[in-house]
């Protein structure tokens, strides 16, 4: 398994981060952390509490716990403070503007850009990324498919230059060839060195590409996994549970 990194080195430090719906603790006290240049996955079947992680390290839902980015404490208000701080979510179901172009779409996401220079630069990285979203620059982002929507949705968060990236299931209602094209340019966005941290229910996916992951059951974390070692919630539950 992985050393636990240096200060130095940690990117996102997640403490005793707990969350609940009303009177629902939906998430109990969990610790989660990602170094640098590395992309976690967090693992676990429907309903585990991966997506009120997610939530509530944007400070999307009533939390309680401490998230720190590169050491300092992330200004949880809204996840545009999140993103001023380089932290970005791309949420399940994609969070696109439907009736909006894609160019426009990708342009609500570059807001912090400045300069005409650094949003062509930004632009050009989505494009070599997902070419596809160059052919379709006009077209309106509710009529494309489901895949090109998940590449819009990452397309925009890369917009906003982020130092790190959050995704809660990109591969969710996606064709098996369609979900290998996003997960591999997530691999390739992370040997680029973008620190990523992926909420995946399709384990064997997900652990060809993490370095480490988290197993959540019933919101808590109850493994963190070397993904050298198990391809499969089989294998997990062997090597971790047993
Ligand atoms: P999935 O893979 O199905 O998206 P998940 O692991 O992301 O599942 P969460 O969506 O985080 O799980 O849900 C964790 C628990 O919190 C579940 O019991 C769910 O019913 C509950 N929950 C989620 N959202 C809400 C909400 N808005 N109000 C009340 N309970 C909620």
Do not use: W
């Amino acid at each position: 398994m992985t050393e636990a990194g240096s200060a130095a080195t940690r990117v996102l430090d997640v403490a005793g981060l707990s969350a609940r719906y009303g009177h629902i603790e939906a998430l109990h006290p969990t610790d989660v952390r990602v170094e640098d240049r590395e992309l976690v996955a967090i693992l676990g079947p429907n309903g585990a509490g991966k997506s009120t992680l997610m939530r509530a390290i944007m400070g999307l839902v009533e939390n309680a716990g401490t998230v720190r980015f590169r050491g300092r404490p992330l200004p949880r208000r809204a996840p545009e403070a999140c993103a001023a701080d380089g932290v970005v979510l791309v949420p399940e179901g994609r969070g696109i503007f439907g009736p909006m172009s894609v160019a426009e779409n990708l342009e609500l996401g570059a807001y912090l850009s400045g300069s005409k220079a650094e949003f062509e630069r930004r632009q050009e990285r989505v494009f070599s990324l997902f070419p596809r979203l160059k052919e379709r620059l006009s077209q309106v982002a509710g009529s494309l498919s489901g895949g090109e929507q998940q590449m819009l949705a990452i397309g925009r968060a890369l917009m906003s230059d982020p130092k790190i990236l959050l995704l809660d299931e990109p591969s969710l209602g996606l064709a098996p060839r369609v979900v290998e094209e996003i997960l591999g340019s997530l691999s390739a966005l992370n040997r680029e060195g973008l620190p990523i941290l992926l909420v995946e229910q399709k384990a064997p996916l997900a652990l060809k590409i993490a370095q480490r992951a988290y197993l959540l059951s019933v919101g808590r974390v109850i493994a963190e996994i070397d993904p050298r070692k198990v391809s499969s919630y089989d294998e997990i539950a062997h090597y971790y549970l047993s």
